[in-house]
Protein backbone atom coordinates (compact mmCIF):
# COMPACT_ATOMS: atom_id res chain seq x y z
CA UNK A 1 0.00 0.00 0.00
CA UNK A 2 -1.06 2.31 -1.30
CA UNK A 3 0.11 -0.04 -4.06
CA UNK A 4 -3.29 1.02 -5.75
CA UNK A 5 -1.89 5.15 -6.29
CA UNK A 6 0.93 3.68 -7.54
CA UNK A 7 0.38 1.00 -10.17
CA UNK A 8 -2.61 -0.83 -11.53
CA UNK A 9 -1.74 -3.70 -13.51
CA UNK A 10 -4.42 -5.54 -15.27
CA UNK A 11 -5.70 -8.26 -13.66
CA UNK A 12 -7.23 -9.39 -17.45
CA UNK A 13 -3.47 -10.60 -17.11
CA UNK A 14 -4.04 -13.02 -14.78
CA UNK A 15 -8.06 -13.76 -15.57
CA UNK A 16 -7.80 -13.54 -19.47
CA UNK A 17 -9.24 -11.01 -21.39
CA UNK A 18 -12.02 -11.33 -23.17
CA UNK A 19 -14.56 -8.83 -25.85
CA UNK A 20 -18.07 -7.14 -25.09
CA UNK A 21 -18.00 -4.63 -21.86
CA UNK A 22 -20.86 -6.19 -20.22
CA UNK A 23 -22.86 -4.70 -17.37
CA UNK A 24 -22.40 -6.36 -13.83
CA UNK A 25 -25.44 -8.31 -13.03
CA UNK A 26 -27.02 -7.90 -9.80
CA UNK A 27 -25.08 -10.94 -7.68
CA UNK A 28 -22.00 -9.55 -9.35
CA UNK A 29 -22.75 -5.78 -7.95
CA UNK A 30 -24.02 -6.89 -4.53
CA UNK A 31 -19.99 -8.81 -4.22
CA UNK A 32 -18.29 -5.65 -5.31
CA UNK A 33 -20.50 -3.23 -2.99
CA UNK A 34 -20.25 -5.85 -0.08
CA UNK A 35 -16.33 -6.20 -0.60
CA UNK A 36 -15.56 -2.62 -0.98
CA UNK A 37 -17.91 -1.81 2.07
CA UNK A 38 -16.68 -4.12 4.68
CA UNK A 39 -12.48 -2.99 3.44
CA UNK A 40 -13.73 0.58 3.57
CA UNK A 41 -14.85 0.26 7.10
CA UNK A 42 -12.39 -2.06 8.25
CA UNK A 43 -14.40 -5.21 8.84
CA UNK A 44 -11.48 -7.49 7.56
CA UNK A 45 -13.56 -10.68 8.17
CA UNK A 46 -15.93 -10.23 5.78
CA UNK A 47 -13.58 -8.38 3.45
CA UNK A 48 -11.64 -11.57 3.62
CA UNK A 49 -14.46 -14.17 2.98
CA UNK A 50 -15.33 -12.35 -0.30
CA UNK A 51 -11.62 -12.78 -1.80
CA UNK A 52 -10.92 -16.05 -4.39
CA UNK A 53 -9.71 -18.76 -3.39
CA UNK A 54 -5.96 -17.70 -4.60
CA UNK A 55 -6.40 -14.71 -2.75
CA UNK A 56 -6.85 -16.15 0.72
CA UNK A 57 -4.45 -18.67 0.21
CA UNK A 58 -2.03 -15.83 -0.98
CA UNK A 59 -2.67 -14.03 2.67
CA UNK A 60 -2.72 -17.39 4.68
CA UNK A 61 -4.81 -15.73 7.36
CA UNK A 62 -7.27 -12.48 7.42
CA UNK A 63 -4.85 -11.40 10.32
CA UNK A 64 -2.42 -11.31 7.49
CA UNK A 65 -5.23 -9.87 5.23
CA UNK A 66 -5.88 -7.05 7.37
CA UNK A 67 -2.71 -5.97 8.88
CA UNK A 68 -2.38 -4.64 5.25
CA UNK A 69 -4.80 -2.21 5.66
CA UNK A 70 -4.44 -1.61 9.13
CA UNK A 71 -0.81 -0.33 8.58
CA UNK A 72 -1.85 2.39 6.79
CA UNK A 73 -5.18 3.66 8.34
CA UNK A 74 -6.86 2.53 4.94
CA UNK A 75 -10.47 4.16 4.59
CA UNK A 76 -13.12 4.12 1.67
CA UNK A 77 -15.46 6.74 1.07
CA UNK A 78 -17.28 7.16 -2.00
CA UNK A 79 -17.03 5.04 -4.72
CA UNK A 80 -18.31 4.48 -8.69
CA UNK A 81 -17.56 1.77 -11.03
CA UNK A 82 -16.27 3.31 -14.03
CA UNK A 83 -16.24 0.64 -16.40
CA UNK A 84 -16.09 -3.36 -16.68
CA UNK A 85 -14.38 -5.70 -19.09
CA UNK A 86 -15.57 -9.04 -19.62
CA UNK A 87 -13.51 -12.25 -19.27
CA UNK A 88 -15.52 -15.58 -20.57
CA UNK A 89 -16.47 -18.31 -18.28
CA UNK A 90 -13.64 -16.27 -15.53
CA UNK A 91 -15.60 -13.38 -14.89
CA UNK A 92 -15.19 -9.50 -15.25
CA UNK A 93 -12.38 -6.98 -14.26
CA UNK A 94 -13.85 -3.65 -13.04
CA UNK A 95 -12.10 -0.68 -13.15
CA UNK A 96 -13.35 1.49 -9.53
CA UNK A 97 -13.19 5.64 -8.57
CA UNK A 98 -12.27 5.25 -5.13
CA UNK A 99 -11.91 8.71 -2.27
CA UNK A 100 -9.76 7.18 -0.09
CA UNK A 101 -7.75 8.36 3.17
CA UNK A 102 -4.92 6.75 4.05
CA UNK A 103 -1.49 7.73 6.36
CA UNK A 104 1.36 9.39 4.41
CA UNK A 105 4.61 8.44 5.62
CA UNK A 106 6.74 10.05 4.42
CA UNK A 107 5.05 13.52 5.62
CA UNK A 108 3.71 11.26 8.97
CA UNK A 109 0.37 12.55 8.62
CA UNK A 110 -3.01 11.81 7.31
CA UNK A 111 -3.69 11.99 3.78
CA UNK A 112 -6.58 11.84 1.06
CA UNK A 113 -7.03 11.01 -2.65
CA UNK A 114 -8.77 9.68 -5.88
CA UNK A 115 -7.70 6.31 -6.73
CA UNK A 116 -9.03 4.56 -10.12
CA UNK A 117 -8.55 0.39 -8.85
CA UNK A 118 -9.23 -2.51 -10.71
CA UNK A 119 -11.10 -5.48 -9.40
CA UNK A 120 -11.99 -9.19 -10.53
CA UNK A 121 -15.42 -10.53 -10.23
CA UNK A 122 -14.36 -14.57 -10.39
CA UNK A 123 -17.05 -16.90 -10.84
CA UNK A 124 -16.14 -19.78 -8.36
CA UNK A 125 -17.81 -22.57 -7.15
CA UNK A 126 -21.14 -21.24 -8.24
CA UNK A 127 -20.29 -17.88 -6.86
CA UNK A 128 -18.76 -14.34 -7.42
CA UNK A 129 -15.34 -13.66 -5.60
CA UNK A 130 -13.13 -10.95 -5.53
CA UNK A 131 -10.05 -10.53 -6.89
CA UNK A 132 -7.77 -7.49 -4.81
CA UNK A 133 -4.20 -8.51 -6.19
CA UNK A 134 -0.79 -6.17 -5.92
CA UNK A 135 -0.69 -6.02 -2.09
CA UNK A 136 2.15 -7.55 0.04
CA UNK A 137 0.69 -10.65 1.74
CA UNK A 138 1.36 -9.09 5.46
CA UNK A 139 2.58 -5.84 6.85
CA UNK A 140 4.15 -5.12 9.88
CA UNK A 141 4.72 -1.27 11.67
CA UNK A 142 7.78 -1.63 14.16
CA UNK A 143 8.06 0.06 17.43
CA UNK A 144 11.22 2.04 18.16
CA UNK A 145 12.87 0.88 15.27
CA UNK A 146 15.51 3.87 15.25
CA UNK A 147 19.35 4.34 15.45
CA UNK A 148 21.31 7.27 15.25
CA UNK A 149 25.25 7.77 14.18
CA UNK A 150 26.76 10.71 13.73
CA UNK A 151 23.97 13.20 14.18
CA UNK A 152 21.91 10.76 11.41
CA UNK A 153 18.76 9.34 12.67
CA UNK A 154 17.31 6.13 10.57
CA UNK A 155 13.87 5.11 11.25
CA UNK A 156 12.34 2.14 9.78
CA UNK A 157 7.93 3.36 9.32
CA UNK A 158 6.85 -0.31 8.00
CA UNK A 159 7.80 -3.53 6.72
CA UNK A 160 5.67 -5.18 4.10
CA UNK A 161 6.00 -8.92 2.71
CA UNK A 162 5.61 -10.20 -1.00
CA UNK A 163 6.68 -13.27 -2.42
CA UNK A 164 10.28 -13.26 -2.45
CA UNK A 165 10.96 -10.02 -0.92
CA UNK A 166 10.65 -7.69 1.84
CA UNK A 167 10.18 -3.46 1.70
CA UNK A 168 11.42 -1.46 4.01
CA UNK A 169 9.68 2.16 4.21
CA UNK A 170 12.73 4.30 5.73
CA UNK A 171 13.29 7.68 7.06
CA UNK A 172 16.59 9.59 7.04
CA UNK A 173 16.76 12.78 9.33
CA UNK A 174 19.83 14.79 9.10
CA UNK A 175 20.04 16.80 12.45
CA UNK A 176 23.65 17.57 11.93
CA UNK A 177 24.95 20.75 10.08
CA UNK A 178 26.91 19.26 7.39
CA UNK A 179 25.19 17.44 4.31
CA UNK A 180 25.15 13.22 4.32
CA UNK A 181 25.70 11.49 1.41
CA UNK A 182 23.20 8.58 1.72
CA UNK A 183 24.39 5.48 -0.42
CA UNK A 184 22.57 2.66 1.32
CA UNK A 185 22.57 0.47 -2.28
CA UNK A 186 26.78 0.13 -1.44
CA UNK A 187 27.08 -2.40 1.08
CA UNK A 188 23.70 -2.42 3.26
CA UNK A 189 22.36 -5.72 4.36
CA UNK A 190 19.13 -7.42 5.85
CA UNK A 191 19.68 -10.44 8.43
CA UNK A 192 17.00 -12.67 10.03
CA UNK A 193 17.29 -14.10 13.70
CA UNK A 194 19.23 -16.85 12.22
CA UNK A 195 22.12 -14.81 10.52
CA UNK A 196 21.15 -15.15 6.91
CA UNK A 197 21.67 -12.17 5.11
CA UNK A 198 19.64 -10.60 2.32
CA UNK A 199 20.69 -8.23 -0.09
CA UNK A 200 18.95 -4.82 -1.99
CA UNK A 201 17.21 -5.35 -5.20
CA UNK A 202 18.81 -2.84 -7.75
CA UNK A 203 16.38 -3.31 -10.92
CA UNK A 204 15.18 0.27 -13.31
CA UNK A 205 11.56 -0.46 -12.03
CA UNK A 206 10.73 1.63 -9.44
CA UNK A 207 8.53 0.33 -7.77
CA UNK A 208 11.43 -1.54 -6.45
CA UNK A 209 14.22 0.88 -6.83
CA UNK A 210 14.22 3.87 -5.22
CA UNK A 211 15.94 5.81 -7.70
CA UNK A 212 17.41 8.73 -5.08
CA UNK A 213 18.70 6.43 -2.56
CA UNK A 214 20.15 4.46 -5.47
CA UNK A 215 21.87 7.18 -6.96
CA UNK A 216 23.13 8.83 -4.11
CA UNK A 217 21.13 11.55 -2.11
CA UNK A 218 22.97 14.95 -0.57
CA UNK A 219 20.51 15.22 2.47
CA UNK A 220 21.46 18.63 3.73
CA UNK A 221 21.31 19.90 7.86
CA UNK A 222 17.88 19.51 8.76
CA UNK A 223 16.67 17.56 5.76
CA UNK A 224 14.00 14.12 5.39
CA UNK A 225 13.82 11.79 3.68
CA UNK A 226 11.66 8.99 3.15
CA UNK A 227 12.00 6.22 0.93
CA UNK A 228 11.58 2.07 -0.08
CA UNK A 229 14.42 -0.50 0.31
CA UNK A 230 13.73 -3.80 -0.70
CA UNK A 231 15.64 -6.52 -0.39
CA UNK A 232 15.20 -10.38 -1.70
CA UNK A 233 13.59 -13.07 0.38
CA UNK A 234 12.73 -16.55 0.18
CA UNK A 235 9.11 -16.89 -1.10
CA UNK A 236 7.05 -17.19 1.76
CA UNK A 237 9.81 -15.37 4.28
CA UNK A 238 8.52 -15.77 7.82
CA UNK A 239 11.05 -14.56 10.38
CA UNK A 240 11.08 -13.69 13.88
CA UNK A 241 13.06 -10.39 13.42
CA UNK A 242 15.42 -9.06 11.34
CA UNK A 243 18.30 -6.38 11.92
CA UNK A 244 18.94 -3.77 8.99
CA UNK A 245 22.53 -2.35 8.05
CA UNK A 246 22.50 0.48 5.94
CA UNK A 247 26.14 1.58 4.66
CA UNK A 248 27.67 4.01 3.32
CA UNK A 249 26.65 7.33 4.91
CA UNK A 250 29.31 10.05 4.19
CA UNK A 251 28.82 13.25 5.87
CA UNK A 252 30.71 16.41 4.26
CA UNK A 253 34.36 16.90 5.82
CA UNK A 254 34.09 13.35 7.91
CA UNK A 255 36.94 11.48 7.51
CA UNK A 256 35.46 8.22 6.41
CA UNK A 257 32.08 6.83 5.54
CA UNK A 258 29.75 5.14 8.45
CA UNK A 259 27.36 2.53 9.03
CA UNK A 260 23.68 2.61 10.83
CA UNK A 261 22.77 -0.40 12.67
CA UNK A 262 19.23 -0.37 13.93
CA UNK A 263 18.42 -2.81 16.34
CA UNK A 264 16.62 -6.08 15.80
CA UNK A 265 13.05 -5.53 14.82
CA UNK A 266 10.36 -8.24 15.88
CA UNK A 267 7.91 -9.39 13.04
CA UNK A 268 7.16 -12.60 13.50
CA UNK A 269 5.22 -14.68 16.67
Known amino acids: MIKRLLFFLPILALIGAAPAPPALDKLQRDVLDRYITALGSGNYPAAFALLSGDERRYFVTA????????????????????????????GVLVVVSENIEFFDYAHQSPATATARVDYGLLNENGSVKIKDPYHPWRVVVPNNATADVEKLRVTVRKVSFFTGRAEFIVNFANYGDETVTLLPYGRSVLKDQSGASYHLI??????????????????????????????????????????LTLAPELRDGADAPFSVDLPAIPVGP
Do not use: C, E, M, W
Not at 75 to 83: D, E, N, T
Open 63 to 90: DNYASVFKADHFKIGRYKVLRTSSAGAR
Open 202 to 243: ATKLASLTDKNLYLGLRLAGSGQYTGALTFFTPDRFRPKSLS
